[in-house]
């Protein structure tokens, strides 16, 4: 059954298919969120959030639209009410150990180490948008028609910022490597 048509049957009282959506999708919003906020256990919060609101809002889901735009809207949702209602409790300062959502194997190399943690540093010298650009494009895989439609805007005006945002990160990444 597809995504969509679980939806549907949420969207018409079948709360049982809530729970195949969840199986579906809840490691990869939990990914995205926990690359956003760069805290594991804030993710996992956020995540329930996600779901929560999509039964809670389930009849704002339109028939023939993608479920997976659906749902990745909802968790930018999530994502902007959090960062919003804490925004003063934000400080420049990311703690890069509380981003290790156990990315680093014990037996890799230092080289690699040093290489990803320079990389999760750089991500987070990123503006949100950029951020969650490339999040959703290099981490999540979603083409940018997707992205566009999530973003409510062109795929142009995704390819421009995408770009735009590897740069901004390659930058960040050489800068801090001379370091």
């Given at each position: 059954m597809t995504d969509e048509l679980l939806m549907e049957a949420v969207k018409n009282g079948d709360l049982q298919q809530a729970s195949v959506l969840f199986e579906r999708y809840n490691k990869r919003i939990f990914n995205f969120l926990a690359r956003m906020t760069m805290d594991r256990a804030l993710a996992e919060d956020l995540t329930q959030n996600v779901f929560?609101?999509?039964?809670?809002?389930?009849?704002?889901?339109?028939?023939?639209?993608?479920?997976?735009?659906?749902?990745?809207q909802v968790a930018r949702n999530i994502f902007s009410d959090h960062y919003q209602a804490h925004k003063n409790k934000f400080s420049d300062f990311v703690d890069v150990e509380k981003v290790s959502d156990n990315l680093y194997d014990p037996d890799e190399s230092q080289r690699i180490d040093e290489q990803e943690q320079l990389l999760q540093r750089s991500m987070a010298m990123l503006s949100e948008e950029q951020r969650e650009l490339l999040v959703l494009t290099r981490f999540q895989h979603m083409k940018y028609e997707e992205v566009a439609v999530i973003m409510d805007t062109t795929v142009a005006n995704i390819k421009v910022k995408v770009h735009r945002a590897i740069l901004k990160l390659r930058e960040h990444y050489f800068e801090l490597e001379k370091i």
């Open positions: 929560l609101r999509m039964i809670k809002y389930r009849s704002s889901y339109r028939e023939g639209a993608r479920f997976q735009s659906w749902i990745y």
